[in-house]
């Protein structure tokens, strides 16, 4: 596999449900970054991981909780979300601060 | 703060016509300046980019040109095609910073 994949692509879960989205990048980067796209709405910047240590947190709410084991792989655990946190959730990863990001397709999370 | 204006949407265009999508940024200095494709349930992909004053990104027919003077990356191509529609958004992010910064997208329609 080439570039930054995500899975699932697709998640249905309800409010009390503890779900996580998987993150993983071949392209050697060091900084791994998780983004909100809901419609209607500019792309929101959740947290940015460089060389495994989280450097930006933009005041998202804590029934989102990212992991970072290494600089491959980037995690975003779910529990009790509420159905206006249904949206697009994309991870990209980029070689270092300021550079191009590259972004994976994306999970599609529903939450009933 | 820093901020991207992009041109409302939806943008409709035969095919063969030429294009343009209007990006301003507000901001001091000099960012780097990027245009991201978004294809219909993918992720964002990297157009071109442009990293200083009067750079010219160019990619698969598509150009920006960055211009200091009006705070200015507009989206050219000659001639759409039918699968260049998509959603386009301009971004931008200052040395040493992890943060890129997007407009709202400009969702472009091309019919046969």
């Known amino acids: 596999e080439t570039g930054v994949t995500q899975t699932p692509r697709h998640l249905v879960m309800g409010m009390t449900n503890k779900k996580s989205l998987k993150c993983e990048q071949h392209?050697?980067?060091?900084?791994m970054y998780w983004y909100k796209q809901s419609a209607k709405k500019p792309l929101e910047l959740m947290f940015v991981?460089?060389?495994?240590?989280?450097?930006e947190n933009n005041s998202v709410p804590s029934r989102f909780s990212p992991e970072c084991p290494n600089s491959s792989h980037l995690f975003l655990h779910l529990h009790t979300l509420q159905p206006e946190d249904s949206a697009l959730y994309l991870c990209?990863?980029?070689?270092?601060?300021?550079?191009?990001?590259?972004f994976g397709p994306g999970t599609r999370l529903t939450v009933l | 703060g820093n901020s991207v204006t992009q041109m409302e949407g939806p943008v409709t265009l035969s095919e063969e016509a030429f294009l343009t999508i209007n990006c301003t940024y507000t901001?001091?200095?000099?960012?780097?300046l990027f245009w991201y494709v978004q294809y219909p349930g993918e992720g964002l992909q990297l157009l071109l980019k442009?990293?200083?004053?009067?750079d010219k990104g160019s990619n698969k027919g598509f150009e920006a040109t960055y211009r200091k003077e009006t705070t200015s990356f507009h989206l050219e191509k000659g001639s759409v095609q039918v699968s260049d529609s998509a959603v386009y958004f301009c971004?931008?992010?200052?040395?040493?910073?992890?943060?890129?910064?997007f407009g709202k997208g400009t969702k472009l329609s091309v019919i046969p």
């Open positions: 991981y460089n060389f495994k240590e989280q450097t």
């Open positions: 442009a990293t200083k004053a009067d």
């Open positions: 990209a990863s980029s070689r270092q601060a300021h550079d191009e990001q590259f």
């Open positions: 392209l050697g980067h060091n900084a």
């Open positions: 901001a001091t200095g000099y960012p780097s």
């Open positions: 971004a931008l992010i200052w040395a040493g910073s992890y943060q890129l910064t």
